[in-house]
């Protein structure tokens, strides 16, 4: 019987979850394994959560169903721990990859068995990888992949990286390396108890923005947010720039005009932060 490998990638849309299951399905071809990958999009959003699969085996993958009890699940955003059941299905001696800027043995993850953590932000950023706010850090992610499961040679991926990454490719390879480098593994867990849910702080009823908020509702897409924007009023105009250019009608207004966010219902996007002429939003981690 052949020895199939299953992956599932978490990411956000952006984070590039889906070229690393490519990806890892073009070095594994490298290799002379016989691969497959194929994504699962939820809603098609920079930021929203993704699935990518990846299988990889010695002879012919006979199946075509997404994967539902995964050998190693990757998580690129370590935000989807609290919000998405990421490591259903995860099989018993499985592993878990997580993006953390916190060493592995101190992380509280929803696992028995092995863990693994590389701060692949750190490095998607050190390489000028994706912006500051959303990061490319499926590189790194797979170069870690690659120590922690011998799944693909690392010379076969710095192939795939170099023939089908369209741009950026000696940074690419350069994250890989890193990520290859800094990946920590260890076996066992800390006991899990999930968290509560990140507090969203309900404002009072305020005048409507001239956007809908229906789908911000009806996704919950607050629960995407990593970073979330912060006002400094000493700077703040009152132009009601940020809240007219928030797609997802986030801000409000106190009763001297200056802008309230609406937490439960901003992503984070940073669309405000951006725009906002005297640069009086700034973009901060989520607490
Ligand atoms: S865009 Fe900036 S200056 Fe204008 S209201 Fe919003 S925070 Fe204030
Ligand atoms: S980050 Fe700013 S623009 Fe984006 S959803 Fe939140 S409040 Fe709106």
Redesign the pocket.
Same mark, same amino acid.
């Given at each position: 019987m052949a020895d199939v490998i299953e992956i599932r990638f978490h990411g956000r849309g952006g984070q590039g979850a889906v070229v690393a299951s490519e990806l890892l399905a073009q070095a594994a071809f490298l290799d002379g394994k016989w691969p497959q990958s194929f994504p699962f999009f939820g809603v098609e959003r920079r930021g929203a959560p993704v699935t990518a699969y990846a299988r990889v085996d010695t002879g012919p993958i006979g199946i075509r169903t997404s994967i539902t009890a995964p050998e190693v699940v990757v998580v690129l955003e370590p935000g989807l721990l609290r919000t998405q059941p990421v490591t259903d299905g995860l099989r018993p001696g499985g592993l878990l990859l997580v993006n953390s800027s916190h060493p592995v043995d101190e992380l509280v993850l929803p696992v028995v068995g092995r863990r693994a953590a590389v701060d692949a932000t750190r490095i998607a950023v050190a390489h000028g990888l994706g912006s500051p706010t959303l990061p490319i850090v499926n590189t790194a992610m797979l170069g870690a992949l690659v120590r922690a499961t011998g799944v693909v040679s690392m010379e076969a991926l710095g192939r795939a990286i170099q023939g089908f990454v369209p741009a950026r490719r000696a940074e690419n390879l350069a994250a890989a390396e890193d990520g290859y480098q800094d990946v920590r593994v260890v076996e066992g867990a800390l006991p899990f108890t999930p968290s509560v849910p990140r507090a969203v702080v309900a404002t009072p009823p305020l005048p409507e923005g001239p956007m809908a908020t229906e789908s911000s509702e009806r996704y919950h897409t607050a629960d995407w947010r990593t970073l979330r924007p912060e $006002?400094h009023l000493d700077r703040?105009?009152?132009?009601?720039?940020?809240w007219k250019l928030c797609p997802d009608d986030a801000f409000g207004f106190d009763s001297e005009g200056y802008?309230v966010l609406r937490a439960e219902y901003c992503k984070g996007c940073g669309i405000?932060a951006v725009?906002?002429?005297?640069h009086? $939003?700034e973009m901060v981690e989520e607490a």
């Open positions: $006002i703040c105009t009152r132009c009601n720039f940020c802008p405000c725009e906002c002429p005297p009086a $939003i």
